[in-house]
């Protein structure tokens, strides 16, 4: 299995993402270091791995998905899977707000293994007590029609790691415990993916 992780955003001005309302957390930013912390911890494991944005610069959504389903072409698209990493943000108006807790997304016409994996990430962040105050999802994946889970080929979950216009979300992104707890909800979730596939 080939694990792609998307890092999202890249630098300012095109996608940049959002950042806190003191600045501190930049998405794009937090994001690169998280795929670097998941895919080094994912190559640990033995678990063949892309990092989809090497560069620094903002890449288009249309060249990742594009990049996306060059390697689902090449490997075959039940052989990936495809992780993209974001944080959440309750407006973009420069102020702290109430939402908080993680969230992960599928497609609204997502594979079954889309699915799976969303779930398998779900109970991971809510073991790791990062439930937040988000409403429960009874399914245990929220659907948005988010163009990178939309338009790959291979299964795809984007994940939503906590709003970084929270207060007390952004001292858990900011810290390295928490940054390690959340790198390794992803993991933990991508071996037992790997279990559930192998059944
Ligand atoms: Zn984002």
């Known amino acids: 299995m080939i694990l792609i992780l998307d890092n999202g955003h890249g630098n300012p001005p095109l996608t940049g993402g959002k950042c806190s309302p003191d600045k501190r957390i930049r998405e794009y930013d937090w994001a690169r ?19 989809l944005v090497p560069e620094k610069t903002d890449i288009k959504l249309n060249e990742r998905t594009r990049r996306v389903n060059q390697i689902c072409d090449e490997k075959g698209a039940s052989n990936c899977v495809l992780i993209s990493v974001h944080i959440n943000a309750a407006g973009a108006d420069g102020k702290w707000h109430n939402a908080r807790g993680w969230t992960g997304w599928v497609a609204p016409k997502s594979s079954q293994n889309s699915k799976t994996l969303a779930r398998l990430l779900y109970i991971e962040a809510t073991r790791a007590n990062l439930k937040g ?47 390690e707890i959340i790198a390794n909800l992803h993991i933990e979730a991508i071996k037992n993916y790997i279990v559930h596939l192998n059944k």
């Open 33 to 51: 270091d998280m795929v670097r912390r998941i895919a080094e911890k994912a190559k640990e494991a033995g678990i063949e791995t892309h990092i």
């Open 133 to 179: 105050n988000r409403a429960d999802s009874p399914s245990c994946y929220w659907v948005g029609n988010f163009a990178i889970v939309r338009d790959t080929k291979c299964p795809a979950v984007l994940t939503e790691n906590l709003f970084m216009d929270n207060e007390e979300d952004a001292a858990f992104l900011e810290s390295e415990d928490g940054k």
